[in-house]
């Protein structure tokens, strides 16, 4: 059974930082990409980063890419999110998933493009 656990979540202000952690178990986690999504209230899940399966290449939307960064260890089985430089539109319900492949492929941003996902935890940024 895949599980995909999240961490680090949780309130911050405008201008702050926050690293989330992903963990996961269940699969071969360094055979697969890994992926950052998040959900605001009343809007569509986004994708906001993507890391291939060795950690060597990372991708982004142009918004983002300032900001986040995307990394992993794949001796803990885990994928980071470091986030800075918050905004309160950055307020929302963070997700991890795994790929359906080892690279971030041009669907990167979309979520069929991923097969197991965590269950997403809470950021909230104040201003």
């Known amino acids: 059974q895949v599980q995909l656990m999240e961490s680090g979540g949780g309130s911050v202000q405008a201008g702050g930082s926050l690293r989330l952690s992903c963990t996961a178990s269940?699969?071969?986690?360094?055979?697969?990409?890994m992926g950052w999504f998040r959900q605001a209230p009343g809007k569509e899940r986004e994708g906001v980063a993507c890391i291939d399966f060795k950690g060597q290449n990372t991708l982004y939307p142009p918004s983002f890419e300032d900001r986040f960064v995307a990394s992993r260890v794949n001796a803990k089985n885990t994928v980071y999110l470091q986030m800075s430089n918050l905004n309160p539109e950055d307020t929302g319900t963070y997700y991890c998933a795994s790929a359906r492949s080892a690279f971030c492929g041009v669907r990167y941003r979309t979520a069929a493009s991923y097969e197991y996902w965590g269950q997403g935890i809470q950021v909230t940024v104040s201003s």
């Open positions: 269940g699969l071969t986690f360094d055979d697969y990409a």
